[in-house]
């Protein structure tokens, strides 16, 4: 009894913890549900799909469905942050250009674009490019917002000190409104990337011939939930270790916002 | 004290916005005022009345809409680094960087060679009583310690001519009395031409050779006072009756001005509130 408010207290210090606990009860009610109360035909426990991982790496087109997915996100997340940065500053630095495209940006960013995804795969075909162009419509957009927010807010006086001192417009750029826009720069991208994650994975699981959404299909056909969770669990974990990178080079570049 | 001219402002009036415009200031009127090297020049008068607009003309960071400013022989037509230094009103340092970096900064602006940026940061955090505190960010340090940082980035760049524009308006009357016998210290050294405005009668006499009082809007400059006391300055001289003299003969210039400057902004107040209903029903 008296050891409680010790426990307390050091719960209270150690957040992660007590979220490593919560994390641990639900795989703990997955298994018990999986086990004894759910038909196996539909679901496994965490235990055998972590058992069958192994083995499901070994069916042949996993392993290069996996890559060409992580290809396609990669590659759809640079060319959003490439994209929605270029877009961003060249509607967000200027009120006139502001005032006549965001609110493009914001209808394209507010319209759901499932609904023009069988668009993307009569222009871009089956292959991994529509699945890039779909991951790139949904990143782009939280980034150009993202990023006129940014400059927006930047206080003038900054720049004008800047000039009187002799800045020139790249010194400008580099010393004064990129750092300024740094940190909604990151919100933006990480913003970008759950939107990126979210494109090509639909597009994936719309039509597939080589990517992860076509094993997807085939592992729910074939009633195969080992290896259907184990495909999940591997997306999710590319999932969380892209967002765990934006967060940290994030941390590292906001230190001066103690 | 009576060196060459450094700065020379001749028949400079200054509108924002077009003729027509119902948003038309008329800031500055027909101002002419020169500076000699190693001179402290202050500006004071009613706000609104132009003291910023002259500043900011001078520094060219605005182009007069008539007249003409020379600095160091040469017409002001943008920004000159090399002969020019600022400091703002507002907090200016870059909030990113430490005191030291925004030191170091404002030379890479300017083009001072890297090898000499170090050491020249160094000593003008030092003359301003940083040094201690090169490493904080400018978030933690307090309102007059950001000024004194903001000084030395000014101080580093070695230049002629300092613009400062109320940069001690936002602090406690303690911490820029300190700041004002700090700063005629180091003025003393140098002999920089320095413009300074305030709305301190005190901070004008204490600090200014000369000091020019601004009649209300649009601003001229309406009289000259000379204030003929050798730098540096010491507080004693604030208890001195030429000191109550001098700030007696300011205050009784200004208030007028303020008077005038306050019934004028009434009524424009009632004419612009006119004009944006007019401007609703078209
Ligand atoms: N960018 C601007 N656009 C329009 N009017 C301005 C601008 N800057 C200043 N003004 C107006 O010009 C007048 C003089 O301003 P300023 O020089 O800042 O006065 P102060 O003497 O208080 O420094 C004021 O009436 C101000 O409202
Ligand atoms: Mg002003």
Redesign the pocket.
Known sequence: MRRWPAIKRYMLRHPGVARLGVVIVLFVIWEIAARWFIDPLFMSPPSSVLVSLPQMFEISGVPGALRITFWELAVAFAMSVAIGLAVGLAVGLQPFSRRSFMPIVLLLYGTPQVTILPLFILFFGIGPASKIAFGVSHGIFPIIVTIVAGVQNLKPILLTSAKSMGANRWQAFRYVIFPHMIPSFFTGMRLGMTGVLLGVLLAELYVSTAGIGYFTTLFTQNFEPDNLLGLIATLAAMAIILNELVRRAENHFARWRD | MTGEVAIRVRDVSHH??EEDDA?H?R??LDTSIDVARGELLCLI????????????VVGGLLEPTTGTVEVAGKPVRGPMPADIAYVFQENALFPWNTVFENVMLGMLFQGVPKAERDDRARRSLEAVGLAEFSDHYPAQLSGGMRQRAALARALSLETGILLM?EPFGALDEQTRMILGEDLSVLLSRTDKAIVF?THSLGEAVFLADRVAV?SA?P?TIKQVISVDEPHPRNPEFVTSAKFTALRNQLYSLLHDEIRKAMSESAMRGGAGHRGSVAGDSA
């Open positions: 924002f916005g948003r200031v800031a500055l008068g009613p706000s609104g009345c132009g003291k910023s607009t002259l500043l900011n524009d405005v601004f809007r601003g």
